[in-house]
């Protein structure tokens, strides 16, 4: 069984439209993130949710909203999408509180191309 | 940036030679750990060593951290080709609750 997982794998889309990105994990985790990853393989934390709390907002534009509807998930939801958003996005799971000292497993990411 | 950096950016050897691969950071840590990515696919959790730790190991890998320089090196003995990923080193700052990835090395093995 998949212990991170994400839906859909590929997302082509058209320039102002509003998309969502879902990411599931069943390791029992605490916390969850969302992370973007660009051509150059630059891989920065986007935000992190701990027991449905937001924790950590980076500078992301608002137009990126994480939702948590229970600790199990974490969905992401984009508005306006614009070109600069290509990019594979990861989500991942932790045991513990956010950027402690757990590993963090990561979904097989889901490539974002915006046209 | 807080970000580290990896270097080499790329690094192609023959199966069997040892692979090093070292990450410069910049503030002080918490904890350092190494994951590898395989082309198109999420990151894999290798090894964590912590700010007290110098050298540990597991299995075919080797990671040492001087906390002096800010630096780690992760080292792959015997290396195989299915060890051609990308490695990317991270960083748990003592302040804060950031998570701060490297900038990856791309590692070719040839069979």
């Known amino acids: 069984d998949t212990a991170v997982s994400q839906t859909p794998k590929y997302l082509v889309t058209q320039m102002g439209n509003d998309k969502s990105i879902k990411c599931e994990q069943n390791?029992?985790?605490?916390?969850m993130y969302w992370y973007k990853q660009d051509s150059k393989k630059f891989l920065k934390i986007m935000f992190s949710?701990?027991?449905?709390?937001?924790?950590i907002n980076e500078t992301v534009p608002n137009r990126f909203s994480p939702k948590s509807p229970d600790k199990a998930h974490l969905n992401l939801h984009i508005n306006s999408l614009e070109l600069g958003d290509s990019a594979v996005y990861f989500c991942?799971?932790?045991?513990?509180?956010?950027?402690?000292?757990?590993?963090?497993?990561f979904g097989p990411g889901t490539r974002l191309t915006v046209l | 940036s807080q970000q580290g950096e990896e270097d080499p950016q790329a690094l192609s050897i023959q199966e069997g030679e040892n692979a090093t691969m070292n990450c410069s950071y910049k503030t002080s840590i918490n904890n350092l750990q190494w994951y590898r990515q395989n082309s198109g696919r999420g990151l894999v959790h290798l090894i964590l060593i912590r700010s007290n730790e110098r050298e540990k190991h597991s299995g075919r890998l080797r990671v040492t951290l001087d906390t002096s320089k800010k630096s780690s090196s992760l080292l792959i003995t015997a290396s195989r080709a299915a060890d051609t990923a990308s490695y990317f080193c991270a960083t748990v700052p003592n302040t804060g609750n950031q998570f701060y990835f490297g900038t990856g090395t791309s590692l070719t093995v040839i069979p």
């Open positions: 991942a799971s932790s045991l513990g509180p956010p950027m402690g000292t757990d590993t963090q497993y």
């Open positions: 949710y701990n027991n449905k709390e937001l924790i």
């Open positions: 390791l029992g985790h605490d916390t």
